[in-house]
């Protein structure tokens, strides 16, 4: 059974760039959720979400962030027009329907460096 | 508001020492889980417990224990005799239902040879 999977591992963008990040949750766990890890600073949450839903995004940045899950294929978190300071490890979990926030499966992050 | 806070930034302890990194949380929900996650240096989220606020009994895997207070809001981990593999950064966090999980800031602890 596969855990949760993250692509890319790494990504490297210029300034102004897009960045998408993909996210596979296990097999069978409806519930996705994207965390940001700023370098020496723990987990902030940025956003949960069910198929086809957002549940939760009171940790988005207002503006360039997106996030969607839809109802195939991977959960994908946008950002536009990166800048320096979006540099960061982005990790996604999941957990399975009926526990929401109960326990959470990560994956292995994606690190994003903006040149 | 839920909170999480790990006063200790870094420890370092010789290897087979014991070593015990706090967590103090705040929640006003009656329900709620806490858990340990562990990030070594390879950065992956490695997943070691979870608690439910209405279980109070302590718990021992090999040489991790967990010892949970609700009269304190305190959920400690302890790692007896301490091994070099142990090093890494060590998240407390809370969660539970519609409440997202909330992480501490991390202790980041150092097992020396």
């Known amino acids: 059974n596969a855990g949760v999977m993250q692509n890319p591992r790494h990504l490297v963008r210029r300034r102004g760039q897009e960045a998408r990040l993909r996210c596979s949750p296990m097999k069978g766990h409806s519930h996705v959720y994207w965390y940001r890890q700023l370098p020496e600073e723990g987990l902030k949450f940025m956003v949960y979400l069910q198929k086809e839903n957002i549940i939760d995004e009171s940790g988005m940045p207002k503006e360039r962030f997106s996030a969607e899950f839809p109802k195939e294929g991977p959960s994908i978190l946008r950002i536009q027009q990166v800048v320096r300071g979006d540099s960061a490890a982005y990790f996604c979990a999941s957990s399975p329907p009926g526990t929401a926030n109960e326990k959470l499966f990560f994956g292995s992050g994606t690190q994003l460096s903006v040149l | 508001a839920q909170k999480v806070t790990q006063a200790q930034t870094e420890i370092s302890v010789v290897e087979k020492e014991d070593v015990t990194l706090d967590c103090v949380y705040e929640?006003?929900?009656?329900?709620?889980?806490l858990f340990w996650y562990k990030q070594p240096p390879s950065g992956e989220l490695v997943f070691l417990i979870r608690?439910?606020?209405?279980?109070?009994q302590n718990e021992i895997s090999g040489r991790y224990s967990w010892n949970f207070q609700k009269s304190t809001s305190s959920f400690n981990f302890t790692i007896t005799a301490s091994q070099v593999v142990d090093s890494a950064v060590y998240f407390c966090a809370l969660g539970g239902g519609y409440q997202k999980v909330t992480f501490g800031t991390g202790t980041k602890l150092q097992v020396i040879p």
């Open positions: 929640t006003r929900d009656t329900t709620y889980y």
């Open positions: 608690r439910n606020s209405f279980d109070e």
